[in-house]
């Protein structure tokens, strides 16, 4: 269902012009038992940081875990993330405010639940810290996991010169 959803955003943003958040490729899927409920992996490239790639953990329910639930249009907000350097990092114009930017985003509920990774520059430690959490109206989810990319050990280029 998630699929569906992003594809259906993806195609909303680029019909209205807004900016459009990194789209997932899913890699991996593990079956975790005999009800169709999955854990999926995604990989995520940061639409403004070439050479960062994030690998993202999910769970998703199958369709005999809805039925006996009756919980038919949401996921768990339960996630989990890994971010690697895949190549040379040119940093774009990305947000360097205290709350960061939101890279991708992924609907888990029907209307109000979304899976999304923000990231934030931490300007003292030279270091992109990706963010993975649930954002929704209300109820917000403590179940979060971070990784991060340190910039200082390797040739980055910023697009916009490094900030001072």
């Known amino acids: 269902m998630k699929h569906i959803l992003a594809a259906m955003a993806l195609f909303t943003g680029a019909v209205l012009g807004q900016a459009i958040p990194a789209a997932a490729e899913e890699v991996g899927k593990v079956g975790v038992d005999w009800l169709g409920n999955d854990i999926v992996i995604d990989a995520v490239q940061d639409p403004k940081v070439q050479g960062v790639t994030c690998h993202l953990a999910s769970f998703?329910?199958?369709?005999?875990?809805?039925?006996?639930?009756?919980?038919?249009?949401?996921?768990?907000?339960?996630?989990?993330?890994?971010?690697?350097?895949?190549?040379?990092?040119?940093?774009?114009?990305?947000?360097?405010?205290?709350?960061?930017?939101?890279?991708?985003?992924?609907?888990?509920?029907?209307?109000?639940?979304?899976?999304?990774?923000?990231?934030?520059?931490?300007?003292?430690?030279?270091?992109?810290?990706?963010?993975?959490?649930?954002?929704?109206?209300?109820?917000?989810?403590?179940?979060t996991s971070i990784s991060t990319i340190p910039l200082f050990a390797g040739n980055v280029t910023w697009a916009n010169g490094k900030p001072q």
């Open 60 to 143: 998703e329910r199958g369709i005999i875990d809805r039925l006996q639930k009756g919980n038919w249009f949401e996921d768990p907000s339960n996630a989990s993330i890994s971010c690697q350097q895949t190549g040379p990092i040119t940093v774009g114009d990305i947000d360097l405010s205290e709350s960061g930017e939101r890279v991708f985003s992924s609907r888990t509920s029907l209307i109000w639940k979304k899976l999304v990774i923000t990231r934030i520059y931490d300007k003292k430690n030279d270091t992109l810290i990706y963010l993975v959490h649930a954002a929704q109206v209300q109820d917000g989810s403590a179940k």
